[in-house]
């Protein structure tokens, strides 16, 4: 009886959580970039969460389709959600290319990796020009930080309701909130892109000088893919609540 | 399971179900919830009165939701993950819904305090 207990309690334990095993199967770097991103996760929420916060307390608000329907780079006016669709449909896309730059790490193909690498890394600098070109046309409008434009001009922007437009005053604040928020909030997107940007070129000149091949494993590929679909699905949240409720 | 099955498989990662051909059919769904979302804010919501316009914002609240499913799930692969992993980020995440109801709640408060 007592050997039994002495043996039971000197056994190696092999299950998940009784140590000596990663419980998360995952390596170190990938799991510490899924705790990044959460956190991330959180500073975003505050963003739009206080967005959401200022927007239902304000009597009006400016109308998105008023707001968003020029496209930038061309001479077309009335066009609500054609520019900022194509601006979704470039970020997905190089979600999918990085993807399928992963799938193609998980075989060791060097050459599918790059070229995968190269369409997402284009896809991201595409995003940006199209973000430049909607804060200059904006900017042109007379929005920027703690900038609205003119009472003349701003009328534009506000649907009317019952066919009376919002007091003047109540249009200068609410102008005011959305252009703060606004920059804010796609400002940091875009930041978030631009770093996305920047780390995935490292990571393609670390394919190319082929670090991963002798590591024999890619698998940083999937880290940076992991904040790249993150930053995709940041702008997944921030178009539904800019350009669409 | 030994000690080296483990290593290949931190070093590999799991990676069952994410070939091409499944890669594409995510996009196919995220583009296409992308256009129902479209078709809402373009075709049906300049028409509707004031009582149906109501489920509109939910209507985009609850399709976005659907695509950060499928980008989370399948293209960050968390789906085919440990569920003690899936667990450590989904369940933070709950903690956000808090903080919108705590807003909502004041943001109502401000209203009172303008009118």
């Known amino acids: ?245 | 399971m030994s000690s080296e099955d483990t290593d290949i498989h931190a070093e590999h990662g799991e990676h069952e179900g994410m070939d091409k051909k499944r890669i594409w059919k995510i996009f196919w769904i995220l583009a296409a919830i992308t256009t129902v979302e479209f078709i809402i804010a373009l075709g049906i919501a300049p028409h509707l009165n004031g009582t149906a316009h109501a489920f509109i914002n939910p209507a985009y609240i609850v399709l976005t939701l659907c695509k950060a499913y499928f980008i989370v799930a399948f293209f960050m692969h968390l789906k085919f993950e440990k569920a003690g992993l899936i667990m450590a980020i989904i369940v933070p995440i709950l903690f956000i819904i808090g903080l919108i109801l705590v807003l909502t709640n004041e943001s109502h408060y401000w209203i009172d305090l303008r009118l």
């Not at chain 1, 390596?27 to 927007?55: N, P, V």
């Not at chain 1, 995968?116 to 430049?132: S, V």
């Not at chain 1, 019952?162 to 007091?167: E, K, V, W």
Request: charge should be neutral.
């Open chain 1, 1 to 245: 009886m007592s050997t039994a207990v002495a043996q039971h309690v000197d056994e190696v334990k092999t299950t998940p959580w009784s140590g000596g095993r990663s419980p998360f199967n995952v390596e170190y770097g990938k799991m510490m970039m899924w705790f990044f991103l959460l956190s991330d996760a959180f500073t975003f929420s505050t963003l739009l969460i206080s967005y959401g916060a200022l927007r239902f307390s304000a009597p009006t608000w400016p109308a998105a389709s008023l707001v968003f329907q020029s496209v930038p780079f061309t001479s077309i006016n009335h066009a609500p959600l054609v520019f900022v669709g194509m601006m979704t449909f470039i970020l997905i896309m190089s979600s999918v290319t990085m993807v399928l730059a992963v799938e193609a790490g998980h075989r060791n193909s060097k050459k599918e990796v790059i070229t995968w690498m190269l369409f997402t890394i284009l896809g991201g600098l595409m995003f940006l020009g199209c973000q430049a070109g909607e804060w200059t046309h904006l900017h042109s409008e007379g929005f920027w930080w703690g900038h609205v434009p003119t009472t003349e001009k701003l009328k534009e922007f506000f649907a009317s309701v019952n066919g009376h437009l919002p007091p003047g005053d109540q249009q200068v604040r609410t102008a005011h909130q959305f252009a703060n928020l606004f920059f804010t909030i796609t400002g940091f997107h875009g930041f978030h892109v631009f770093s996305g940007v920047i780390i995935n070129i490292i990571i393609t000149i670390n394919v190319l000088i082929g670090t991963y091949a002798k590591r024999g494993s890619y698998l940083m590929v999937e880290k940076v893919g992991l904040y790249w679909h993150f930053v995709d699905l940041v702008w997944v949240f921030v178009f539904t609540f800019f350009y669409l409720v």
